[in-house]
């Protein structure tokens, strides 16, 4: 080993000035690029690894700060305001549809069904005939919290006395309820038929069976 080193060093020495130069940083070189190959790049990696890490970090940071700041907002809204404005308009809304009714009130569900109990608890007297209820009219052009006028048609047959009684307890009870047609006929005396047909406005299609 020593005797090769001896005659590269040799040869080294016999070459002229400039190529012995030329050589020396040649090798230099060669030396610089192993050291960086061998120690630097390692290094340089590592801290390249490391800005990535960092970067990504900084990202996910930078996103939970926005998702912190979003549900700050959230929290400081009233979350019963949309509630409370629907609230409202649907109370405009009925308000609306109670001024269209033609001055009539509307009647819930719990009265049309206390208004049908009292016009069938006629005294004993007193004999139904017919009892109808046709199909409900809508009165409202909206396709919701639409209006509807219901029609309920009696045949009663009864005295004069028992009659007038009857139909001034009705009214007096329910004085919303429209009498659009009462109409009394002598039978053979002293009973008479009666034939009536009432006029009710409700929120409501079905008269009997809504919620």
């Known amino acids: 080993m020593n005797k090769r080193w001896q005659q590269m060093n040799d040869w080294f020495q016999q070459q002229p000035r400039d190529r012995r130069i030329l050589i020396a940083t040649l090798l230099w070189v060669l030396i610089a690029v192993y050291l960086v190959s061998v120690l630097v790049m390692p290094e340089i990696k590592t801290m390249n690894t490391a800005s990535q890490r960092t970067a990504q970090l900084q990202q996910q940071v930078t996103q939970a700060e926005a998702l912190n700041e979003q549900l700050q907002r959230q929290l400081q ?13 649907k109370q405009k809304r009925l308000q609306q549809l109670v001024e269209q009714a033609s001055g009539h009130s509307v009647l819930g569900v719990a009265q049309r069904k206390q208004f049908l109990r009292e016009a069938l608890n006629y005294p004993d007297s007193m004999q139904l005939i017919s009892l109808n209820t046709p199909q409900p009219e809508r009165i409202t052009d909206e396709d919701s919290g639409a209006l509807y006028q219901h029609r309920v048609d009696a045949v009663l047959r009864g005295d004069f006395a028992t009659i007038k009684r009857y139909a001034e307890q009705l009214q007096t009870a329910f004085p919303e309820v429209e009498w659009l047609r009462f109409n009394y006929q002598v039978d053979t005396y002293p009973q008479a038929q009666l034939t ?16």
């Open 77 to 89: 809204q009233d979350v019963n305001q949309p509630l409370r404005e629907d609230i409202t308009s």
């Open 196 to 211: 009536i047909a009432w006029r009710i406005i409700s929120m409501d299609k079905e008269f009997i069976g809504a919620n």
